[in-house]
Structure formats: structure tokens, C-alpha cells
Nanobody
Framework: VQLVESGGDLVQAGGSLRLSCAGSGFILDYYTIGWFRQAPGKEREGVAC???????YYADSVKGRFTISRDNAKNTVYLQMNSLKPEDTAVYYCATFYGLGYSLSVTDFSSWGQGTQVTVSS
């Protein structure tokens, strides 16, 4: 079971990025997949998640700007990030929730990827 994130980059405020979370060894469609981020000196926090029934949930700080989706044929979950702000700067991780329903709690997730760096300049 492995998740690999990609797509992080340096972008100006107001710009967009799309992060990818590719799964291997298991089928992502069967599980709730979450995106999290951790800024320097701060705790890791939940950003968005998508359930096996494709329901989506977002942290208040990203609602209306970020969109989580999945491509089952590619066994990949995406995070489209628009209207980026300097405070979105962080390492972004994806992880798997093996329970039922949804969660944005770090402690509910496992099978973490290695992370991808997003830096938003002002």
C-alpha cells in the first residue's frame, strides 16, 4: 500500500496548482482519501477528503478555493487549488481513512505519502 503525491511548486498569490495522489497496491476508490498540510512550526491539518461514494468535505479555510476529485481509471485523487494565498504554503500530504464515512482528523488516517511542497509567494 503506497501513496505518492506530486504537483507541488512555487506559485504567486492568486495562482493555481493541481496536486496528485497516486495509489499503488490498493484501490483508492474503496476508501476515503484525505489531503492534509503542514506548515513550518505548525501542526498537520486536514484540508479536504473524498469518500468512496464521492462525497467531498473541506476545511473552512479552503472552501470555495480547493476542489478534491478522483480518477478511478488512474487510481489517483487530485486537489485543485485556486486563488492560492501565502498562508497556503505547506507540505501537502495525502492519506487513507480505513473507516466508514469521512474525516479530516489526522489521527484517523494512515498510509501517508511522502508529501509535496507548495510555496505561495506574495
Amino acid at each position: 500500500v503506497q501513496l505518492v503525491e506530486s504537483g507541488g511548486d512555487l506559485v504567486q498569490a492568486g495562482g493555481s496548482l493541481r496536486l496528485s495522489c497516486a495509489g499503488s497496491g490498493f484501490i483508492l476508490d474503496y476508501y476515503t482519501i484525505g489531503w492534509f498540510r503542514q506548515a513550518p512550526g505548525k501542526e498537520r491539518e486536514g484540508v479536504a477528503c473524498i469518500t468512496s461514494s464521492d462525497s467531498t468535505y473541506y476545511a473552512d479555510s479552503v472552501k470555495g478555493r480547493f476542489t478534491i476529485s478522483r480518477d478511478n481509471a488512474k487510481n489517483t485523487v487530485y486537489l485543485q487549488m485556486n486563488s492560492l494565498k501565502p498562508e497556503d504554503t505547506a507540505v501537502y500530504y495525502c492519506a487513507t481513512f480505513y473507516g466508514l464515512g469521512y474525516s479530516l482528523s489526522v489521527t484517523d488516517f494512515s498510509s501517508w505519502g511522502q508529501g509535496t511542497q507548495v510555496t505561495v509567494s506574495s
